[in-house]
């Protein structure tokens, strides 16, 4: 009778713990909810951080949530910290968080996504070990001005946007699923991919410097635009699954593509003020699509193409640009769809423009029209679709 005596209280204590350990959603209103969960090594279901949450929550001694870790509109929390934990099963979401000034996770390595929006006083990450695993990566609207403790080695979706003073991006990511992007962070963003080989939708906005020494493929579309650098290389780069272009970079004057043999889908070089020649391209053969090229460049030099099925139109401001040796590709069918080629345009056009009769060698046409897209910025994300694309 005494070993039951004893015996009923600690089951009843320890199926306590479990049922606060093992829950739907634990949703924690103050740092008293917070200590409720330190003896839970393991947390099974989804944490919730209340509006009402104030000051400082730290979920001390989780080592893993299954599910997703949540705090929205929790707009007095200051500090949010998790000292032991490395995994998150689901999403670690911020949003609308307007006083967190500190971001404690020194031992998280692996996420399922992380969706940060509008936390305009978190300056800096304290993750030491690093976030290595995450399959979605949103940032938006934040005050950091790095993402030191977070370094994936490949990635799903990896989108970082409007974060005003962010400095520098560098991670090790290997391989893009679906889609990167990068746009309309601080002026100064290097954005660094050292060992990215390959990647499905690329899009970079707003940058003073991008570097993908690695990159060899692009399994859809690549796009650059109202950039600041001065000089882009891909010096690996052998094809583009869809579309590559590069629109409005006022500084740009030098772009080198030495491998690149094929482009299945347009290739567009527009209003990019300072490039003068375009001879970064020796062995481009194929371009599947169109090939829109407009500005003041004075030289253009495809010494290897020889295959245009798409829409062909190249406009230049200046006089001593030359279309003979594109008026013979499009006469021995190297260019196949309409074909426009003009100098001394006093405002050359991209595809689907008429260049003044001063200058012109000629439009030609086959078969099809030209029509581009730029990709906008919706909802935190960037869409790139129908870029320089030839429809019949």
């Not at 989804?46 to 509109?73: H, K, Y």
């Not at 391989?175 to 991919?193: D, H, M, P, V």
């Not at 707003?206 to 690695?214: A, M, Q």
Request: hydrophobic share 40%; aromatic share 8%.
């Amino acid at each position: 009778m005494a070993f039951v005596k004893y015996i009923i209280p600690a089951l009843a204590v320890a199926a306590t713990a479990v049922a606060q350990c093992s829950q739907p959603t634990a949703t924690i209103q103050n740092s008293g909810d917070a200590s409720a969960l330190a003896d839970c090594t393991t947390f099974t279901g989804d944490i919730v951080i209340a509006t009402q949450a104030a000051d400082t929550i730290q979920l001390n001694g989780i080592q893993r949530i299954t599910g997703s870790l949540t705090c929205d509109g929790a707009i007095n929390l200051t500090t949010l910290s998790a000292d032991s934990l490395s995994q998150i099963g689901k999403s670690f979401k911020l949003n609308q968080l307007t006083i967190l000034e500190t971001l404690s996770f020194p031992r998280l390595q692996a996420v399922d996504s992380i969706t940060w929006s509008a936390l305009p006083a978190l300056q800096n990450l304290t993750f030491a070990s690093k976030v290595s695993r995450a399959s979605n990566v949103l940032i938006t609207n934040t005050q950091l001005n790095s993402l030191n403790g977070i370094d994936l080695q490949t990635a799903d979706t990896f989108n970082i946007n409007n974060n005003q003073y962010l400095s520098s991006i560098e991670t090790q990511l290997g391989n893009i699923s679906k889609a990167l992007s990068i746009e309309a962070n601080g002026k100064r963003l290097t954005a660094s991919f050292p060992n990215l080989q390959w990647a499905f939708n690329m899009t970079f906005r707003n940058c003073s410097d991008v570097k993908l020494p690695s990159l060899s493929a692009v399994n859809g579309s690549m796009g650059f635009y109202e950039n600041y650098f001065e000089s882009f290389a891909a010096p690996n780069l052998t094809a583009v699954g869809g579309s590559l272009v590069f629109d409005d970079n006022a500084r740009l004057t030098n772009i080198s593509l030495p491998m690149l043999k094929t482009i299945n889908g347009g290739y567009q070089i527009a209003n990019n003020t300072q490039l003068k020649v375009i001879d970064g391209f020796q062995k481009l053969q194929v371009v599947a699509g169109a090939l829109d090229f407009s500005g003041n460049f004075t030289k253009v030099d495809l010494p290897a193409l020889s295959d245009v099925r798409g829409g062909f139109n190249m406009q230049s401001s200046s006089s001593e640009f030359s279309c003979s040796g594109f008026d013979n590709a499009h006469s021995s069918q190297v260019i196949k769809g309409k074909y426009v080629c003009a100098k001394g345009q006093s405002n050359p056009g991209t595809a689907n423009s008429n260049p003044s009769a001063t200058g012109s060698s000629g439009s030609k046409s086959a078969a099809g029209r030209f029509e581009i897209n730029r990709p906008m910025v919706i909802g935190g994300s960037s869409v790139i679709a129908g870029l320089l694309a030839l429809l019949f």
